[in-house]
């Protein structure tokens, strides 16, 4: 039997792309429209450190600007190439649809090993990667907005941030130009962790549909499952802390770069987080039992598998072997079309990843609401709240006065029912609210067309049919 040849990531985006659109209606020219990439800007900056001149790649990839600005991540990986930032920038598009952000798609990426540099040299290659694409409008407020994503974070987003703000120095929403700030450099609370705590909630509505737990094989609820988190970086983390601390769920797999801890028993999230910030991996950690070969412990019995770093992590060469029930793709692209063809006929649910990583770009939207709109959630009606809360007792405890009636208001749900919502409890209830709504969208199509098995077609499904909406209504 001649081999299968696994297709690069753009390749497989597009393949389910074209999986979904089969069942679609769309005429042909607009189905072409919205599949292709709209532009993708490579620069090419030279950087003088230790003495001499460097040069780095980058690019900003814009797939669709149905909506604008247009968003997503930048990554610094030695892995970043073209094709990559494409497959991502289309994803972002589809994300951005199905957890409705009201944004385009687009994506990042500067070829580098961010471990390599410094932090001051750091600086100086991403103020100059930041130079280079704002001047083209590729970083603008209500054009082009870039979030953190692989290698990247606040102190990258803030650098970006002061970039343009030095470059545009008169525009007053320049902060909108870029998420995942600092809280105090104009970012918002809760957006570090939202990925994470997306797949979280993301798993909280699966599990309230007991006709979807069935589906992939399992029952009950998160408590005691068994997980398996490949990555424990910034989503895989916050996921596998959220789910073990919050949920009860069992961690008895982390497959890092140099390799995989496991224990049945469960694995204590914190002190292997601590380790990997201390030690730069898993091996030597004391508590568990270290393997050599990470790749195999994906492939391990375990209930939920959670791959949370790079694509194509499950591929023709494991998904024949991959034991989990359920999958969750809290990176982008971890499963290959082809593994996702082999997974799907096994019967294994995949939760995809345009659904299941959206938490981050929701609260990303969050924040450049906050930064157009200049001020705090929850700043204008905290107190008011309280107050009219404080009324409501009031008047009860004076009318359990008149009655003489011995009943009162226990202190402690008086305090909690007292407190108005800070800004990281409307972040909190405006993305679990992002989840249940997308999920429940997915849902409906899985469930309700004959001519759809899966999460993933479902997912492209709704998405790409409000992509198209979106053109119709403006003639095109
Ligand atoms: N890089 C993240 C992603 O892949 C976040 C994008 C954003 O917040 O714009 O979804």
Aim: glycine content about 10%; some cysteine; hydrophobic content about 40%.
């Amino acid at each position: 039997m001649a081999q299968k040849k696994e297709p690069s990531f753009r390749q497989s985006v597009d393949l389910m792309f074209n999986r979904a659109v089969a069942l679609m209606d769309l005429p042909p020219g607009l189905e072409q429209k919205i599949k292709v990439c709209n532009a993708t800007y490579t620069v090419r900056f030279g950087v003088r450190l230790r003495g001499q001149i460097q040069t780095f790649t980058g690019y900003r990839s814009v797939h669709s600007e149905h909506m604008e600005p247009v968003k997503g991540g930048i990554r610094y990986s030695m892995g970043v190439n073209q094709d990559e930032v494409e497959a991502l920038a289309a994803l972002m598009t589809y994300k951005c649809a199905l957890v409705e952000t009201p944004f385009g798609g687009a994506k990042g990426g500067l070829c580098i090993d961010p471990r390599q540099y410094d932090e001051h040299e750091l600086e100086q290659i991403t103020r100059r990667f930041a130079y280079e694409l704002a001047k083209r409008d590729l970083i603008h407020p209500s054009q082009n907005v870039p979030a953190p994503d692989m290698g990247t974070g606040e102190r990258e987003m803030a650098w970006i941030a002061d970039q343009y703000a030095r470059m545009n120095t008169t525009e007053i929403n320049a902060r909108a130009c870029v998420t995942g700030k600092p809280l105090h450099g104009g970012g918002i609370a809760g957006r570090v962790e939202a990925t994470g705590r997306g797949v979280q909630y993301a798993l909280h509505e699966f599990f309230r549909h007991p006709e979807d737990i069935a589906q992939a094989g399992l029952a009950g609820t998160l408590d005691g499952k068994r997980v398996v988190v490949q990555g424990l970086g910034n989503v895989g983390y916050h996921a596998a802390s959220f789910l073990a601390a919050e949920d009860g769920a069992k961690v008895i797999g982390i497959i890092e770069r140099d390799g995989a801890l496991v224990d049945e028993n469960g694995l204590d999230v914190e002190a292997v987080h601590q380790w990997i910030s201390n030690h730069g991996g898993v091996s030597g950690y004391a508590d568990a039992t270290y393997v050599e070969d990470g790749a195999k412990i994906l492939e391990i019995d375990c209930d939920i598998l959670i791959p949370a770093a790079l694509e194509g992590v499950i591929n023709l060469s494991n998904a024949a072997k991959i034991s989990a029930k359920l999958i969750i793709e809290a990176a982008n692209g971890p499963v290959t079309a082809g593994a996702d063809d082999i997974l799907r006929e096994r019967g294994v649910v995949i939760i995809p990843d345009l659904f299941a990583n959206g938490g981050g770009v929701t609260v990303s939207y969050f924040e450049w609401v906050k930064n157009l709109s200049h001020i705090r959630f929850g700043r204008m009606q905290r107190r008011q709240e309280e107050a009219r809360h404080q009324l409501v007792f009031n008047e009860l405890e004076s009318l359990s006065d008149q009655t003489k009636s011995e009943w009162r208001l226990s202190p402690d749900f008086k305090q909690k029912y007292l407190r108005g919502a800070d800004e990281l409890e409307l972040v909190r209830s405006g993305l679990d609210d992002t989840m249940r709504a997308a999920y429940q969208s997915m849902r409906e199509v899985w469930h309700g067309r004959e001519d759809v098995g899966d999460l993933r077609v479902a997912a492209y499904l709704v998405a790409i049919g409000r992509v198209a909406d979106s053109y119709r209504a403006k003639g095109l």
